[in-house]
């Protein structure tokens, strides 16, 4: 691939002994009401983290309206039984905190960041908007009108047009092909809707809360049991949806971004769950092929060529499905170059096994970054909910190190036979078609739509 | 109430080098930075861009890790990096597990002593420095606003006034010449300082920094232009196309206090008042209640990291049925109560609990998630390029806990004057200019 011999550095000093990494035991607990509190103590600053967690996001909403459960969350900061959104907003200020409410295709969560000196009075207010919520009318209008404003303005950015058309091409009828509504569905929500997926989705049946920090745990718990002992109500009722098919054949889909100045590539094909027996192994592969900056498609497109700034590669794990793929900002001359790089890197690891030495490599800097998240209580947490989220085995952490250490070069060639084909990749270019159209025709069968989502003719 | 206090040991070593080591044993890990006083206020005339440029060259390769061998290292000893440019300075820094301490230091102490690139890798950064700023500037809705849409309106000094980012007619004419010249210019070590923060024992750090750094010869000292612009008294004004974006958009820059002064302290707790989220004056006015805005936010970017003119900068996206006068008025009425009524005790108090909750939340994190103690060190690295003193971490908390309600109230008169200030509009194109806003005056 590249243009130049390899050379290699001279004099550098062996790495010293490792020193062990050890993670913070969790404590763990299930209330009584059924909320699983997850605990755990870092005083690296005198503060603390936390997330409180429901296990129902906007996929489960997806039949009543696309971001249904994104608008709930937005409206539950704005006003409770007892306070309103003005007193809610400085009561967080005088106690130093920080929160937000939010929600992704497969969860809604509280997140909040506070000081250890007001712990108490932070988590009451998280327990208060997980449970009296007031969802006042002219606080649901103003922030009904703001969303309308904002899904206008996301049609103006290329990533967002390239991922939401992504997710549409790979998830089809699956609830995981909408990432944002239309205007028009925001227009439709109504108060009454959001007040019942909060009703739904806001229980401690359906709920896990996590708090890493400066704190003694068994004290911690007690005022969790005090603040959310005597909060109630049921476990949602699950929705199951077909298995969406992984597309085969390879196709284009071009977003057209009149004036563009440069092309948003972005293809992918499916992938598994992180509960998936392969997750390490296709982690793995996906750091030597783009997900690091000593990565091949990094060192071909960027450090050889020059044709893009950022490209990357990721395995995104939904609940139930994931998806793998490689992006890339680039100049509107290269969009063919691009992804002809992209996917001769992508044959190569399905074609000849990954020297050791490389392989090596891809396994030190896997492991490395992993404890990298154990010096700070937002790295830790992170690390936490992901495990907790995904129903992760206990040993997760501990053992994760060793795993990565133990791939080898045949089980990497066997995975990229496995997942990653390049004949079946779903390419997205957002671009100026004027500019790209011709280069994007090359690579398969090719569909134009418009920022709006409009089929246009070819 | 618990004040956080960081261990610090700081010398300069013969050749001019600070070197500032911050032992926490607490996880396995250790973050390295190195810190150059040179960034893109003062590059050199006719070649906008080139702090930004050179920084992508500093990866390229030095006398005994060639291209692409930094990144290799790092990343196969299970750690990342990466640099970047700001006005007054450039940093590259490393998070790796510990046991790749003595690695690092000597990469960074080869580069320190010796780049080696050529017209290939000058080349292949040009291009990839073009894709950044088309991706963050050009084919982004609002990209560059107002970082790079105000300075050209605001400012009259060169330095301060021109596009850091670069013209692309400057980026072709860099050359290698341009390239060595800066690095003998400014890369020197006693431009420079190095910080060591995590898990190195008390000592260790120092003899490391001695053994891979002791050596590099000082260079002469960098001598810098004068950043300072001439006294402001009049309202400025400059108007920049939105190519992308569907809603209008304003930045109102006022001129900031001299740093570490009793009213820079106070001007920080304003601008908490004015910009703090969604409890801020100006997004509780413009958004909430008068519902003019869709999106405000703004203040002080960076307030510990810079080195010469800077504003405190608001920026308001507004809906389109509203002139961007009345927005603007609707700004203005927010600035005025302040200078009118000042900020009660109350909300003062407030907003230095917030203050120290975020202080300490800088000390310990700050980069993406992925780079712990990224904020004490660029502290650090700061206070010691431009106080000599890295101890004010452990201080500088002070001067803001002493600030009064007068001294808002005062600085609120005295910083926050139309004849102080610089607007700038940034409208959708298909909609033409603001209403009354105004002719070009961008520089």
Redesign the interface.
Known sequence: MSS?A????????????????IWPKRTKVKLSNGLQVILAE??????FHGQLIFLSGNAAATDRAPGLAEMTATVVRTGTQKRA??QI??D???????LSTEAGSDISAISF?????FAEPLLDLVQELAREASFPESEFE?ER??KI??V??DR???GFLAGERLRKVLFGAHPYAQVSPSGAQVTAYKREDLQSVYREFYTPQNALLLVVGDFEPQEMLKGIEKTFGSWGGDQPSEKTFATPANPRGRRVYLVH?P????TQILSGCHAITRKHPDWIKLGLTNTLYGG???SRLV?NI?????????PRSAVNPLRHHGYFSISA???NEVVAASLTEMFYELNKLRSLPVPESEL???Q??L???F?????????LL?QFSTVAQHELPDDYLETYRAKVRAVTSEELLATARKYLDSANMQIVLAGDRAQIESQAALFGELEIFDAQGNRLAS | MNRLQIPIEHKKLANGLHVVVAPDSTAPVVTVGVYYKIGFRLEPQGRSGFAHLFEHMMFQGSANAPKMQHIKLINSSGGVLNGSTSYDVTNYYEAVPSNALERVLWLEADRMRALKVDDENLKNQRDVVKEEVRVNVMNEPYGGFPWLDMPPVAFRNWANAHNFYGDFADLDAAHLGDVQAFFKTYYVPNNAVLLVLGDVKPGEGMALAEKHFGSVPAGAAPQFADPSEPEQSEERRGNVPEKFGTLPAIAVGYLMPKRRTSDWCAMALLDQSLHGGRAGRIHRQLVLEKQIAVETDGGVDDLFGYNGPTQMTTKILHKPEHPSEAALAAFDAVIRETQEKGIGADELQQLKVKWRSDYYATLESGRGGYMPKYGLMHLLACFTLFDGEPQLVNNILDGFIAVTPDQVHEVAKKYLRNDKRAVVFRIPAKNGLPAGAGSQEAA
């Not at chain 1, 004036?259 to 440069?262: F, H, S, W």
């Not at chain 1, 050889?304 to 950022?310: A, E, F, I, L, R």
């Open positions: 130049r390899v050379e290699v550095a001279k004099g550098v000093p062996p790495l010293a002994p490792e020193r062990e990494v870092s005083h690296s600053i005198p503060k959104s003005r907003e400085e967080l200020r005088s106690i130093g905190a920080d960041t506070g000081l250890s000196e103003r009108r703001q404003e904002e206008k303005l103006t950015q290329p971004v004036g563009a100045v440069q690091a900056f000593n060192i960027r450090e050889d060529k020059g044709y893009t700034y950022s900002a680039v100049r090596a490599d891809a030190n800097y492991s490395g970054v404890s990298l998240g154990l010096a700070t209580q937002d790295g992170a």
